[in-house]
Structures are given as C-alpha cells and as structure tokens.
C-alpha cells in the first residue's frame, strides 16, 4: 500500500532555532499535503494544505512566516518551524492525497518536537 | 460546537465484544474518513466514505448523508484494536475555510 514518510519521528531544539520536518510519499505522486499539529489529548487541526509547485495555503490562526511549507517536488512537503519557542512544541503529522481523484489520504508516523 | 462530534469519548469493551462509535457533523461534506491512532502517534486511515458502507476485516464504515451521521463498527473486537479512532470530514470546496473538520477521537481499550 502507499506509504509516507516522516523525517524526524522525535527532534528536540532550543529556543530561538529553526527545526524542518520531511513529509515524503514513497511509491505515488502527492499533488497534495496536509500538515497537522495535535495538541496533547486533542485530536488533529489542520494547519495547511500544500500544494505541489504553488503557495500552501494556510488555516486561520497559523502564523506563515513561523511555520513555512515548502512542496517543491510530487513527493516531498517540508515544514518549518522559525524561531521555535517552547508553545511550539508538539505532535505534527503530515498527510498526502495521490493525484487520483478521490483517493484517500495517507498519513506519515507523525514528529514529535521538543523546544527547550 | 464543534462541526464534527464524536461519542464516545472513551470506551472500554471485553474482548469479543461489538462496538460502535458514531460520528455526527454539521457541515456539508464530500467525504469522511475513519482514522485509527496508536499509542506512538502514527495514524492509519481505516475507510473513506462519500456513501453507503464499507467494510475491511471486521471493521465495517456507515454513513448516512441525510442524517449527517456516520459509524464504525469493529466485530470481535480484540486488545489490539486498542488505539484512538478519529472522525474527519473534508468539507466541500468552499472559497475559504478549512478542508477538513476532525472529531476529538474516542479512546479505545479492549480488555483480554
């Protein structure tokens, strides 16, 4: 079955770095990628849809200029984290829909960062 | 209100039992999905529906459109299905907004 790939599973940084999480699908073109965070004990909220080649596009309330989406090729979406401040610590997933319409999504293991 | 409510919350059942947790949102959709979070935090999607029914092993996915209601239900249920279940709906294309709504997940334990 498809799979996607997520780069790292677990990365602690300090306060003030910048941190870049990888979301890869490995056997299908991915014109589109979801990022998620999750809260601890909460379920999923979006952050931005990426889409291959063009600007993501992002949910009301996260910050562009502190989490970059980059989606530079059909197989890979990277996320980073600016300036990463202790609020920023979280479980981000990442999400990616083949090109075929109505295919499902396929999620990578999710990363887990840790801001000192 | 959340535009997408699950219930339970939490659920423990008896190995063997048949379970039920149900979704209800209040957006138009064009599709929803079942996912299914294990303790390390990897999610798998387990069914997208748009209509009907849909089954893989003994886990089997209803919607009702009308009602804006959907179930999955898990057969003989075993500790290894013990993982949290997650509701979301891709709305439809709208000029703003977000694509998909997530409920809070129910919390599954199943008991040997």
């Known amino acids: 079955g498809a799979v996607v790939s997520q780069h790292p599973s677990r990365v602690i940084c300090k306060s003030g770095t910048s941190v870049k999480i990888e979301c890869r699908s490995l056997?299908?073109?991915?014109?589109?990628m979801f990022w998620y965070r999750q809260f601890p004990k909460k379920s999923l909220m979006l952050m931005a849809t990426?889409?291959?080649?063009?600007?993501?596009?992002?949910e009301q309330g996260v910050e562009k200029d502190k989490f970059l989406i980059n989606h530079a090729s059909l197989t890979l979406s990277t996320l980073t984290v600016t300036s990463a401040h202790p609020e920023d610590s979280s479980f981000y997933i990442c999400?990616?829909?083949?090109?075929?319409?109505?295919?499902?999504?396929?999620f990578g293991n999710g990363t887990r960062l840790t801001v000192t | 209100k959340n535009e997408v409510e699950q219930s339970p919350q939490n659920l423990t059942a008896q190995e063997g039992e048949f379970i039920t947790i149900n979704c209800s949102y209040s957006?138009?959709?064009?599709?929803l999905h079942w996912l299914q979070q294990h303790p390390g935090g990897g999610i798998v999607s387990l069914f997208m529906?748009?209509?009907g029914k849909k089954k893989h092993g003994r886990l089997i996915a209803t919607i009702n459109i009308q009602e804006k209601h959907s179930s999955l239900h898990i057969t003989a249920s075993h500790p290894r299905d013990s993982a949290v279940y997650i509701c979301?709906?891709?709305?439809?294309?709208?000029?703003?907004?977000?694509?998909?709504?997530f409920g809070t997940g129910t919390s599954l334990t199943v008991i040997p």
């Open positions: 999400s990616a829909r083949d090109r075929e319409r109505n295919s499902p999504l396929h």
């Open positions: 056997d299908f073109q991915a014109t589109t």
């Open positions: 529906l748009s209509s």
């Open positions: 957006v138009g959709i064009s599709a």
């Open positions: 990426s889409n291959e080649g063009s600007k993501a596009t992002y």
């Open positions: 979301a709906v891709r709305v439809r294309p709208t000029n703003t907004g977000n694509q998909f709504y």
